[in-house]
């Protein structure tokens, strides 16, 4: 028996022992058990444009992209993604430099923290938060600070408390790790308040990693503002953009970092060693789809905007208290109205009870206690499923 690994040692190491199978799979699998509609994980149920298909496929046949690409990404896109942050932002990236392509915004997150992260160092989030933020600040051996973004049922928004922001950076805070649009509660981040943030930044000395992949969804007069656009963030800030979500071709995972030298250099430094490269083909339909005209983009927006309203609307009439996101494609509904407070268990009797899947907040929370009575659901998908799923939430009216 010498030479054989003994098992009473737990195989997963304790910096993700905390964090098991993730919810998105768990309500998944139930919905596909229950047949219930799926409007909990974020992803679309129709393809994005048919031209950047096309384009994909063009590259395939033309044999472009069918081996390894280059490690920072195909010039092509490259160029398109620096092209498209000066046009929208007005910011000025060195395509050979100052940009890095991606397998999706998830590497992109896990690539920047294992690279700018020392075991010790803090991390102020803002919670609730993308499930993965948790897992890349564990695995950098780096401890997560979180900030709660608080609900203000009056305006129906998520509210970032300043002060409760600055009072979380010690001396042991290596950066911030911003969204903006913010899933899950749609709060799009104002002027005045990334003003803040960023002036916390460069007062403190910090490094702020802004995750903006729902940069091309915000809605009404929200208005979205790249961190790096503002006094003294330029030098400090990586952003992370993403494909997905703005073009609707979630699989193809091509996301990307754009930021000074110094900081991609050592951001590549990681992602070599996670996919090294991804998505060949791909990457040069992306970089033809940031090329479309500014009517696609707009024209996304309102289509999108007509679904956020429909699903709001059907939650509204079902007895949820719902916060109508300025931002991304989530709407969060508090259950209480609905005599509920537990998320986890309304979330997991909802596809018998009325055949319809979400999520419960409480998994983006370190104080689970704060997310506890919150549900969010994804309207990313057509409007005839969006209808029946309303249809269907109408038995907990009673």
Same mark, same amino acid.
């Given at each position: 028996?010498?030479?054989?690994?003994?098992?009473?040692?737990?195989?997963?190491?304790?910096?993700?022992?905390?964090?098991?199978?993730? @919810?998105?799979?768990?309500?998944?699998?139930?919905? +596909?058990?229950?047949?219930?509609?799926?409007?909990?994980?974020?992803?679309?149920?129709?393809?994005?444009?048919?031209?950047?298909?096309? #384009? #994909?496929?063009?590259?395939?046949?033309?044999?472009?992209?069918?081996? $390894?690409?280059?490690?920072?990404?195909?010039?092509?896109?490259?160029?398109?993604?620096?092209?498209?942050?000066?046009?929208?932002?007005?910011?000025?990236?060195?395509?050979?430099?100052?940009?890095?392509?991606?397998?999706?915004?998830?590497?992109?997150?896990? #690539?920047?923290?294992?690279?700018?992260?020392?075991?010790?160092?803090?991390?102020?989030?803002?919670?609730?938060?993308?499930?993965?933020?948790?897992?890349? @600040?564990?695995?950098?051996?780096?401890?997560?600070?979180?900030?709660?973004?608080?609900?203000?049922?009056?305006?129906?928004?998520? =509210?970032?408390?300043?002060?409760?922001?600055?009072?979380?950076?010690?001396?042991?805070?290596?950066?911030?790790?911003?969204?903006?649009?913010?899933?899950?509660?749609?709060?799009?981040?104002?002027?005045?308040?990334?003003?803040? @943030?960023?002036?916390?930044?460069?007062?403190?000395?910090?490094?702020?990693?802004?995750?903006?992949?729902?940069?091309?969804?915000?809605?009404?007069?929200?208005?979205?503002?790249?961190?790096?656009?503002?006094? !003294?963030?330029?030098?400090?800030?990586?952003?992370?953009?993403?494909?997905?979500?703005?073009?609707?071709?979630? !699989?193809?995972?091509?996301?990307?970092?754009?930021?000074?030298? !110094?900081?991609?250099?050592?951001?590549?430094?990681?992602?070599?060693?996670?996919?090294?490269?991804?998505?060949?083909?791909?990457? $040069?339909?992306?970089?033809?789809?940031?090329?479309?005209?500014?009517?696609?983009?707009?024209?996304?927006?309102?289509?999108? =905007?007509?679904?956020?309203?429909?699903?709001?609307?059907?939650? +509204?009439?079902?007895?949820?208290?719902?916060?109508?996101?300025?931002?991304?494609?989530?709407?969060?509904?508090? @259950?209480?109205?609905?005599?509920?407070?537990?998320?986890?268990?309304?979330?997991?009797?909802?596809?018998?009870?009325?055949?319809?899947?979400?999520?419960?907040?409480?998994?983006?929370?370190?104080?689970?206690?704060?997310?506890?009575?919150?549900?969010?659901?994804?309207?990313?998908?057509?409007?005839?499923?969006?209808?029946?799923?309303?249809?269907?939430?109408?038995?907990?009216?009673?």
């Amino acid at each position: 028996m010498t030479g054989m690994t003994s098992t009473a040692r737990p195989f997963l190491n304790r910096r993700l022992a905390e964090f098991g199978t993730t @919810i998105f799979a768990e309500m998944s699998a139930l919905a +596909a058990t229950t047949g219930a509609i799926n409007l909990g994980q974020g992803f679309p149920d129709t393809d994005g444009p048919e031209e950047v298909r096309e #384009a #994909a496929v063009r590259a395939l046949r033309d044999g472009r992209g069918n081996q $390894y690409p280059p490690g920072p990404g195909v010039p092509e896109l490259r160029t398109a993604i620096a092209d498209h942050q000066r046009r929208r932002y007005g910011l000025s990236f060195d395509p050979d430099t100052e940009v890095l392509v991606t397998a999706g915004a998830t590497e992109a997150i896990a #690539a920047t923290l294992l690279a700018l992260l020392e075991p010790g160092d803090e991390v102020v989030a803002l919670e609730p938060y993308y499930d993965s933020y948790a897992a890349c @600040i564990a695995m950098a051996g780096a401890t997560r600070v979180p900030v709660t973004l608080r609900p203000d049922p009056e305006q129906a928004r998520f =509210r970032l408390d300043l002060d409760e922001l600055r009072d979380a950076v010690t001396g042991r805070t290596r950066l911030l790790l911003i969204n903006t649009p913010h899933n899950p509660t749609g709060t799009v981040l104002t002027r005045e308040e990334l003003t803040a @943030i960023a002036e916390l930044a460069v007062e403190r000395d910090l490094l702020v990693v802004t995750d903006e992949v729902y940069e091309h969804l915000v809605f009404d007069d929200a208005e979205h503002v790249p961190l790096a656009t503002l006094p !003294g963030m330029r030098e400090r800030t990586v952003t992370i953009g993403s494909s997905g979500k703005t073009f609707s071709f979630t !699989g193809w995972k091509v996301g990307w970092v754009t930021a000074s030298p !110094g900081l991609v250099t050592a951001v590549r430094s990681a992602k070599q060693f996670l996919t090294y490269v991804s998505s060949g083909p791909f990457q $040069y339909a992306v970089a033809e789809a940031l090329a479309l005209p500014d009517s696609y983009f707009a024209d996304f927006r309102a289509d999108m =905007r007509v679904k956020r309203d429909l699903l709001a609307a059907g939650l +509204a009439d079902a007895g949820f208290a719902v916060f109508r996101p300025a931002g991304t494609y989530f709407v969060t509904t508090d @259950i209480r109205p609905l005599g509920e407070s537990d998320g986890f268990a309304f979330c997991r009797s909802l596809p018998e009870r009325a055949g319809v899947v979400a999520i419960p907040n409480a998994v983006f929370y370190d104080h689970r206690e704060e997310g506890a009575p919150f549900v969010r659901f994804a309207f990313c998908k057509r409007v005839s499923v969006l209808g029946e799923a309303v249809s269907r939430l109408k038995v907990l009216a009673g």
